[in-house]
């Protein structure tokens, strides 16, 4: 059983800064994607950010030169460093994890995501 575990988060007045992170625990042999989704009140899920495991990024539009991905593939962890937070930014960030092989119970590939962290940016 594999599961992403969210910390971080909280709240930030505008053009401050704010990090999250994701674990993923189980007996994994592998992840090939690894990112953020966001979700806003009334909007539809987004991509934030996503990294390979070769350390391959793309970034959302809305997120480029402001928001920085990053990975410990050892550790199975993802990071997203936030800065020049807008209020527009505000939502429920959800980690996932695509292309999981884990090895116990039995070999098992599959996608995965965290419940999410709520980021608030007043203004």
């Known amino acids: 059983q594999v599961q992403l575990v969210e910390s971080g988060g909280g709240l930030v007045q505008a053009g401050g800064s704010l990090s999250v992170s994701c674990a993923a625990y189980?007996?994994?042999?592998?992840?090939?994607?690894m990112g953020w989704d966001r979700q806003a009140p009334g909007k539809q899920r987004e991509l934030v950010a996503e990294?390979?495991?070769?350390?391959?990024?793309i970034y959302a539009d809305s997120v480029k030169g402001r928001f920085t991905i990053s990975r410990d593939n050892a550790e199975n962890t993802v990071y997203l460093h936030m800065s020049r937070l807008e209020p527009e930014d505000t939502a429920v960030y959800y980690c996932?994890?695509?292309?999981?092989?884990?090895?116990?119970?039995?070999?098992?590939?599959?996608?995965?995501w965290g419940r999410g962290t709520q980021v608030t940016v007043s203004s």
């Open positions: 996932h994890a695509e292309h999981v092989i884990s090895v116990s119970p039995e070999r098992r590939i599959g996608d995965y």
């Open positions: 189980g007996s994994i042999f592998s992840i090939d994607v």
């Open positions: 990294i390979t495991s070769d350390g391959g990024i």
